[in-house]
């Protein structure tokens, strides 16, 4: 596996591939997927060592300060359970633009949890409640 910051129109075709195979981004067209690729602050994907094939991927909104919210993580059904969400992971906490970051934040479903408790994510977050508002443009 090797790890890129920059995703080429093929593999950008191949993140919808895996999005519409998932109930939680099925929905996601290309254009979408150019436009949130060319306005998100960090970007990791994981493609195969022999090939420019995208396995992996995940991305990173944040001030490099106080907040950084991963999101989106996820691996092709056939890579699953090989360590490449691992990497990913690695990838993003390691990140030089992310070191001086006080909060790593994401959300996930239940089964997932164990996944992120790895690093130290916890659903103790103070007190705070996730919100959310849809917005159909």
Known sequence: MRIINQLSESQAEQLHEMFVNEWW??????PDIHKMLQHSDIVIGAVEEDSDRLIGFARVLTDRVFKALILDVIVANEARNQG???????EILKHPNLQQVRHFELYCLPQMRPFYE??????????VTFMRMENHP
């Not at 981004?25 to 290309?30: E, P």
């Not at 490449?84 to 690695?90: A, S, V």
Request: aromatic share 14%; charged share 20%; proline share 0%.
């Open 25 to 30: 981004t099925k929905d996601r067209t290309l």
């Open 84 to 90: 490449f969400g691992l990497n990913i992971m690695e």
């Open 118 to 127: 790895m690093w130290g994510f916890t659903t103790e977050a103070g007190g």
